[in-house]
């Protein structure tokens, strides 16, 4: 008796608040009316708030082991439910948790709103492009992943008691709903484990992560199916079974074309209309319940509707990772810990204190386990993956973790399955997403990397230091004239080549004679052609979508920069005219602009010869090993097609002094090959098979960019800097004497 006594100290000293709210509520109940109503919002107050303290403290402890936080969260509805707390201390659980029927309406409400925020969720970190990356051994895991546990699931359903079924009369809804919920995988727990062993970007871990998005989707397409089935009549009306199947195709199709556009355009033109940072989530959340409910009306359920909406606002192209994390935030922190606590409130594992019960969920944890090891195994041999490598998949498709929870707490809310059989659902749930980690971290450890995978993940390190690979949306301030047309085309190159949408200032409404008022936006999406075609060529896959490119009219560059810069651009390209005056300072708007802007800047300046044409640029990039010359680096091979341009990199050496030259001379050389060797690296990642480099010592910087550019014939020269601090915008010596003596085109980015 000594363990009980022990366990109700200890749920009593966390659940003192709980109790003195629910006390109080009892108390307040008795008069009714008003005060009764009063004394179910404290009881519901109490509920969530030991939710969230036994969820995020245990799921914290769970992450510190090397597992998921979920586990934790479904321990903490388990510890606090009737498998625990329920058996230590009744009167006590019966206080906090009553079984009346008001009172659970009350928390139900907030389960079914935390299903579809964690399958909106769940959509956004679903990786499409991944998907079809990946391609043929992705689809045959899935298939035989998804097929064999299904079967599994199937047979299992016929040949439980039916005392296990709510409905015996329905048995063959039920089974195919178990067989559902057992060929399901957790895309969140493998893409753990696959991140934390660094495998996110290895070949095998891209394969494991796509075959867990493909499962996700389609056994959610699968659960919403057989629940509007079971929600039509179950067996007894299998000819409704064709309205949802149908339904489904339709919203489906909609949704990947016409829809995802509407949503693209939905997201960009509240995040362009409104002032508040937090309106477009609200039009993400209006989005989801928009779905939720068409989805509904033909008679599937609304978790597809909402898994969906959250795939398609996850690509949207403007969606910043600052509004991306507030939605993430209030989820993860408020909705997780409340959805899966209830989950686990749900489940009475005394139950397994019966024998048959017990030996039962022991054989659903083995059929569970095999037959999704066995199907994911038998897929990744197909594929003509190794004996190892198919090993690796099998461990990592074999956790439940949160997306079985989901689908079995949906299951039982609809009346497909019983308590018991939820309860041993869950009990399979959490054994085999505890399993899966230190398997699949197992598994991994055995798989050497090969030259080739070597080689790409380099590539892809480089882009995950860079500058313009990290580009989501570009903003241009431009006119007609010569700087504003060049500003466009390379905005629009660089635009083109991963199809990122582009907003035009069009200032002072300046088009040119008989030019009309599409003119700059037509001039940056024939720049983004060239973007397009550059990249089909240098990386012999798939041409990217179609640029968008939106253009606004305005009077006075700095105040329409100020209004725009909160939307979240990741670079302002400027070109105008008269942007120097005749003593080389940068003309007070241009002043305006850059002061207005936070982020890196580019201005454009086309020069007095005739203005660098993207079919063949000779341009010259001054490196010193800075940060900023490499970015200006960067920002030249984005800009320039690999087949047609010539690239001269050029390290300026510092002048030698008078004594201990050779011992600083030899640190010198070593400055100057490591910062080449860097950009040949940088210009690789952008298609450059070579890249001419040249050394210059013992002159200023300007003398040496100046005589370099004329020896190599370069129309273009592209200096990264840094701003200095003060009131107008000042680059720095060297650009200013470049500026004054070079004729030809130069970009300049400050950041």
Request: some cysteine; glycine content about 10%; aromatic content about 6%.
């Amino acid at each position: 008796m000594r363990g009980p006594r022990v366990m109700k100290k200890l749920l009593a000293a966390a659940c003192g608040a709980g109790l003195a709210f629910a006390a109080t509520s009892a108390l307040a109940a008795q008069s009714g009316g008003v005060i009764a109503n009063s004394a179910q919002e404290s009881i519901l107050v109490a509920e969530v708030g030991l939710l969230m303290l036994f969820g995020r403290g245990l799921g914290e402890a769970m992450q510190r082991f090397g597992q998921p936080a979920v586990i934790g969260q479904l321990l903490a509805g388990l510890i606090l439910g009737p498998s625990l707390f329920g058996w230590v201390w009744p009167d006590a659980h019966a206080l906090i948790f009553p079984k009346t029927a008001e009172q659970k309406d009350l928390i139900t409400g907030i389960a079914n709103v935390g299903v579809l925020l964690l399958l909106l969720l769940t959509g956004m970190e679903t990786d499409l492009k991944l998907v079809r990356k990946i391609g043929a051994p992705a689809l045959a895991v899935t298939a035989t992943g998804v097929a064999i546990p299904f079967a599994c699931g199937i047979g299992l359903g016929f040949a439980l008691p039916a005392s296990l079924l709510p409905d015996p009369g329905e048995r063959l809804v039920a089974a195919l709903f178990l067989g559902t919920a057992l060929s399901i995988s957790s895309i969140k727990i493998v893409a753990m484990v696959v991140r934390e062993m660094n495998f996110m970007r290895r070949n095998l871990g891209q394969i494991i992560v796509a075959s867990a998005i493909l499962e996700d989707t389609a056994g959610w397409i699968i659960v919403s199916l057989i629940l509007g089935v079971a929600g039509a009549g179950g067996a007894t009306a299998w000819g409704s079974f064709v309205k949802p199947v149908i339904g489904a195709a339709a919203f489906l199709l909609f949704s990947y074309t016409i829809g995802r556009r509407l949503v693209f355009w939905l997201i960009r033109k509240v995040n362009d209309s409104f002032e508040s940072d937090y309106a477009v989530v609200t039009a993400i959340l209006i989005v989801m319940c928009a779905m939720a409910l068409a989805t509904q009306a033909i008679g599937v359920n609304t978790v597809l509707g909402a898994f969906v909406a959250g795939v398609l606002v996850g690509e949207s192209p403007i969606l910043s990772q600052h509004i991306e994390d507030q939605l993430r935030g209030f989820i993860t922190a408020f909705m997780m810990p409340v959805f899966f606590g209830l989950s686990g409130l749900s489940a009475d594992l005394t139950v397994l204190a019966n024998p048959t019960i017990a030996l039962l969920t022991l054989g659903l944890v083995v059929v569970a386990s095999v037959g999704k090891f066995g199907g994911a195994f038998l897929g990744g041999r197909l594929s003509g993956l190794s004996a190892r490598e198919s090993l690796a998949i099998g461990c990592g498709m074999n956790a439940r973790g949160s997306t079985e929870v989901i689908v079995a707490s949906i299951g039982l809310t609809m009346g497909v399955l019983s308590q018991n059989l939820y309860t041993m659902i869950v009990t399979m749930a959490v054994v085999t997403t505890l399993a899966m980690p230190p398997m699949l971290r197992w598994a991994l450890q055995r798989l050497p990397i090969s030259r080739e995978e070597k080689a790409r993940l380099e590539k892809e390190e480089l882009d995950a230091k860079g500058f313009v690979s990290r580009f989501e949306r570009l903003l241009v301030a431009a006119d007609a004239g010569a700087n504003g047309n060049f500003a466009l085309r390379v905005a629009g190159f660089i635009a083109g080549q991963r199809g990122l949408p582009i907003t035009v200032i069009e200032v002072n409404g300046r088009r040119g004679r008989g030019a009309q008022p599409s003119t700059l936006g037509e001039t940056a999406v024939e720049g983004a052609r060239r973007g397009h075609r550059a990249a089909h060529q240098k990386q012999g896959d798939a041409t990217p979508e179609k640029v968008e490119v939106l253009t606004r009219q305005e009077t006075a560059i700095g105040r329409a920069i100020s209004k725009e810069a909160s939307k979240g651009y990741d670079m302002l390209l400027i070109g105008v005219d008269r942007m120097r005056g005749a003593d080389g300072v940068f003309s007070r708007s241009i002043d305006s602009a850059a002061a207005s802007f936070e982020g890196p800047i580019a201005l454009t300046l086309a020069g007095e010869r005739p203005e660098p044409q993207h079919a063949g640029l000779r341009i010259l990039v001054p490196v010193n090993g800075t940060e900023a010359s490499r970015r200006g680096a960067e920002m030249a091979f984005a800009m320039s097609p690999p087949k047609n341009s010539r690239i001269v990199a050029l390290h300026v050496a510092e002048r030698r002094p008078a004594s201990g030259a050779r011992r600083r001379s030899r640190g010198g050389r070593r400055t100057e090959k490591a910062a080449l060797d860097d950009i040949a690296m940088l210009a690789a990642r952008y298609g450059f098979d070579e890249i001419e480099t040249s050394v210059h010592t013992e002159v200023s910087p300007d003398e040496a960019i100046l005589s370099e550019a004329e020896r190599s014939h370069c129309d273009l020269i592209v200096i990264g800097t840094t701003r200095r601090i003060g009131d107008s915008l000042y680059l720095g010596q060297t650009v200013e004497s470049v500026l004054r003596s070079w004729k030809a085109a130069a970009v300049l980015v400050a950041s």
